[in-house]
């Protein structure tokens, strides 16, 4: 009985599946492993059952299958159609490798997605809403048979301004927003993160992460905040993926722990920050899916490490002029 | 005994006396008491016995010596020259407040500024050489009776272009270097920025400080790093004098506690953070000369909250997915 339990689907997630081309200061690469929904998808699998969401063309390749599925990643849902898989091409600033120009994206049989979610993932406690038109990420959300315990969404600037008023829909029935630092600025119209943050609090989210790329995290849940470093890198081959990556820890290791209160997902972001870093540290998801739990459990001690500073005790006061 | 050893001049600092003109997105303010040393040394005296050493004109208000000495700042090398005290104009831009434009500076009196120590300051155990020209701060050094506890040390960009050789020699001399992103990656032409440090602490350091705003502060000391975060300010309103009332703060405590290990500099780089934020809190020092230890601590306990999350204990593992 809890073996049978524990093979249920706690996480699903609906995104992209796609072939990328991606020039980044170290080199070139063509026809990588891509999407939101493969990132973080592999990237949830080291702590969770993750069942995938996605379509792609009769181009995609079976060994691409293989590899979600031995990370043990239901992939029921990944629809394979007549046509070619959605396929995005883009260069990576020399001078600043977080800045990115797309080249070409053709959607391919990404164009009318339509996602069609099977009988078991309708009852999975965790939902994540990867990249798609809002309008979408709202059927998805529908189409649950009761509320997830947690449903957790990712954005862009397109849809920002594009669809701003079905963005909007969506964040009312959402829990967890994950942006970077420009996404929120331009959803709140606010420079400073703290209002920024509290802006997208009180359009409907409890939970807003910022992701800030190598100056780590801002978690915002109600009146707290957690401020999460990054771990230092020696170096960023191919930041694609990050952002998902971050995703699939930070709810992968919600979806194991079950525990959704601010220390939970003060782990959870700093397990997203882990996550994040081997996302970076190879072309495409290579790295990120050959990593073992020793390897994810080194750089979570690294992070406390580096973060930690001797705190005031009670009685102790800053050491204050003789004068 | 005692007593009389409380007031001896534990921290000199050599840098500018200013009157600076101010444009933000908040407003416009005209001659500000500003200046390296000055924002130094008030960040400073909240924790220790601090000597300013600078040069102003006859126009320098007595109010501003005033303040220096109600702080408890020994104001003996503050010169008063004949002629008009130094004077820098700049604006910050509206998209981004980090970023800064020079519009006018008027060295006067600053142009040929020659420090002398007196005879108590030479046996400061404590010396912080602000950004000035880089002979002038080997000039300061070799001044010094015996070598003092620790030295550190500011920069900019225009030593390092323009007087890369002299800067150069003074950092194989000192403890600390205090930097910026910008600066730190123009020092050592590397994007990364532990590598950065790294390339730097191999010139003399052994301690390196990368300041980065809002996205806080990295240590680096040998081998070990410490990420600091910043505290989440509701507005930013003159980003002016931060990094010197960091350094104040960081060598302050430093001064105070004598604890120049590892995590006594992991303190100090948190305590610099909260001083370098009172900073931003008003045009000029209005803030920060009008803050009490208590405010300090808050703060400080402000920094160790957000920066928390549980760590694994040593027998703890990361949440495995079951299949």
Do not use: C
């Amino acid at each position: 009985m809890i073996h049978s339990q524990s093979q249920e689907t706690s996480v699903v997630v609906v995104g992209s599946a796609a072939y990328d081309s991606i020039a980044t200061p170290i080199g070139n690469k063509t026809d990588l492993l891509g999407g939101s929904a493969i990132y973080f998808s592999i990237s949830s699998s080291y702590f969770t059952h993750v069942g995938i969401v996605a379509v792609v063309g009769k181009d995609f390749l079976k060994k691409h299958i293989t590899l979600l599925q031995t990370h043990g990643i239901n992939t029921e849902g990944l629809e394979i159609k007549t046509g070619k898989s959605f396929r995005w091409s883009g260069v990576y600033s020399t001078e600043d490798i977080n800045t990115r120009t797309t080249l070409e994206t053709n959607l391919n049989v990404f164009s009318d997605f339509s996602p069609i979610l099977n009988p078991e993932y309708r009852n999975s406690p965790f939902l994540f809403l990867a990249n798609i038109d809002p309008d979408l990420q709202s059927n998805v959300l529908s189409q649950m048979k009761k509320r997830p315990k947690m449903v957790a969404l990712d954005t862009m600037n397109y849809w920002i301004s594009s669809k701003n008023q079905s963005l909007k829909r969506i964040l009312e029935k959402i829990d967890v927003v994950l942006m970077d630092e420009g996404e929120i600025r331009d959803l709140s119209k606010e420079a400073n993160l703290t209002k920024a943050a509290q802006h997208v609090m009180n359009l409907g989210p409890s939970t807003v992460v910022i992701k800030r790329g190598e100056h780590g995290v801002l978690l915002f849940h109600g009146k707290s905040i957690f401020s999460a470093p990054s771990l230092p890198i020696d170096q960023v081959i191919d930041p694609t993926g990050a952002g998902d990556s971050f995703a699939g820890g930070f709810i992968g290791y919600l979806a194991a722990t079950k525990d959704l209160g601010f220390d939970g997902l003060k782990r959870a972001t700093v397990l997203g920050s882990v996550m994040g870093s081997f996302a970076v540290e190879s072309f495409g998801p290579d790295k990120i899916s050959t990593i073992t739990h020793v390897d994810i459990e080194k750089r979570f001690r690294i992070l406390s490490d580096i973060s930690y500073f001797e705190p005031l005790n009670e009685k102790e006061s800053i050491p204050i002029s003789l004068s």
